[in-house]
């Protein structure tokens, strides 16, 4: 879902657009409206919409007025606007798209295109940003991020902040050490090979665990692993409980290893 917060002095515009994006665009959900600018950036800051349909000409400020408000806009812009004239100046300031009032019905679908192209744009160049960036910082295990884009935003996540995985269907829940939990729409296999690295273990076909985090195993049916962060049981699959318990165990020469160092 797209979420879009809609600028207008004129309620009666800000209603029609509300309207025609719920009939033909139901991707796009309308989160709130404005009728000045400053209403609008109060709205902005506190609910951060991926995408401003926003008027131009307006009492006492107008849109250009609200955008240069902004040091760094992190939404999308759409001038929505009766004057044609103002085309230029919109396209300078790097608008998504421009609807003329009346809207056209095609136009506006087409716009709302526009809308999801830019967004899943945008959260590729945050994942190659974040590429690049370790590239050329290599970090150590503490430091290390990875990308989980959800439908609103794409969080930069520490790996060490993890604490497990778990699948439902084509869609992974990570669950994080300060108690957010953020859905992906992606398999968790995914993740397997791209985590197990970093000391995350595969212990059923739903689950993925962060060692870091496991506390004990409790000896029930196939067995189940007992996590911080949770008072939840995590499965262990049976042709899986071998190799969970090997790698979760200290083996006697790691032990040795260990013992001798302390003496």
Not at 60 to 71: A, E, I
Request: overall charge neutral; glycine content about 2%; some cysteine.
């Amino acid at each position: 879902m797209i979420t879009a917060i809609l600028v207008d002095d004129e309620p009666i515009n800000n209603s029609n657009l509300n309207a025609l994006l719920s009939k033909h665009c139901k991707e796009i959900k309308v989160i709130d409206t404005a009728t000045s600018v400053d209403e609008a950036r109060s709205q902005i800051l506190a609910l951060k919409p991926d995408v401003v349909f926003l008027d131009i000409e307006m009492p006492d400020k107008n849109g250009f007025d609200l955008l240069k408000s902004f040091q760094n806009p992190d939404f999308a812009v759409v001038f929505v606007t009766a004057y044609d004239s103002y085309g230029i100046a919109a396209v300078k300031f790097s608008a998504l798209d421009y609807l003329l009032k009346p809207i056209n019905i095609e136009e506006l679908k087409n716009t709302v295109k526009k809308i999801k192209q830019s967004l899943v744009a945008k959260k590729q160049h945050l994942k190659l940003d974040n590429l690049l960036h370790l590239l050329a910082h290599p970090q150590p295990y503490e430091d290390q991020k990875i990308a989980l884009a959800t439908q609103k935003e794409t969080h930069l996540v520490p790996i060490n902040e993890i604490v497990r995985c778990e699948s439902s269907n084509n869609y992974t829940t990570f669950f994080l050490t300060n108690g957010i939990a953020h859905v992906i729409s992606k398999p968790l296999y995914e993740y397997d090979e791209m985590l197990s690295p970093y000391g995350f273990i595969r212990c059923h076909q739903s689950h993925l665990v962060n060692k870091t985090y496991v506390l004990s195993i409790l000896n029930e049916d196939s067995g189940y692993l007992m996590m911080s962060f949770t008072s939840k049981k995590i499965p262990i699959a049976k042709q899986r409980k071998a190799q969970v318990k090997e790698s979760l165990i200290v083996n006697k020469s790691k032990a040795g290893d260990i013992h001798r160092h302390f003496l």
